[in-house]
Each structure stands twice: as structure tokens, then as C-alpha cells.
């Protein structure tokens, strides 16, 4: 008997949920003439959600991510993991 038993990684599944989440918010920020990294760079910091446009609802997207997941998220990529 085949055991098709599906294995999910949460993770995985999440950093893709992130990923998009802060493409959107880039692409918001881009298009709104802002400097996404220095914008976003900002949110990190002080958690003050009005450095994210509300173009394209970027600012409520960038607020279902938690901050301590984005920054695992962020230093897991740049290191290359």
C-alpha cells in the first residue's frame, strides 16, 4: 500500500505569504514616487504604519505580517537559507 501521505512546510508556505505581501508593498511604494527600501526600512523600526502608502492597500497588507517574521524572513534570504 502507497502511503500518500502530503507534507506541508509552514514555513516555506509563509515566507511566500511575506514575500508577496512586501512585493506588493515595494511595487505600492515605487509607484507612489516613495523610496521603498527607506519606507519600509521605517515600518521596521517603529512599527508606525504610516510610512506604507495606502496605495494599492499596501499599508493594510504590510500590517497582517508581524514585524519579527518579516526580519526572520529578511535575514533567513540575505544569508541565503
Do not use: C, W
Not at 1 to 19: C, S, V, W
Not at 35 to 55: A, C, F, M
Not at 56 to 76: C, P, W
Request: no cysteine; hydrophobic share 35%; charged share 30%.
Amino acid at each position: 500500500m502507497d502511503d500518500f501521505t502530503r507534507k506541508f512546510n509552514i514555513a516555506m508556505e509563509k515566507d511566500a505569504e511575506i514575500r508577496q505581501i512586501l512585493t506588493t508593498v515595494y511595487q505600492a511604494l515605487e509607484e507612489k514616487g516613495y523610496n521603498p527600501i527607506n519606507q519600509i526600512v521605517g515600518y521596521i523600526l517603529s512599527e508606525d504604519p504610516t510610512y506604507i502608502t495606502n496605495h494599492n492597500n499596501a499599508r493594510t497588507l504590510i500590517r497582517k505580517v508581524d514585524r519579527d517574521e518579516l526580519l526572520q524572513v529578511l535575514v533567513r534570504k540575505y544569508l541565503g537559507q
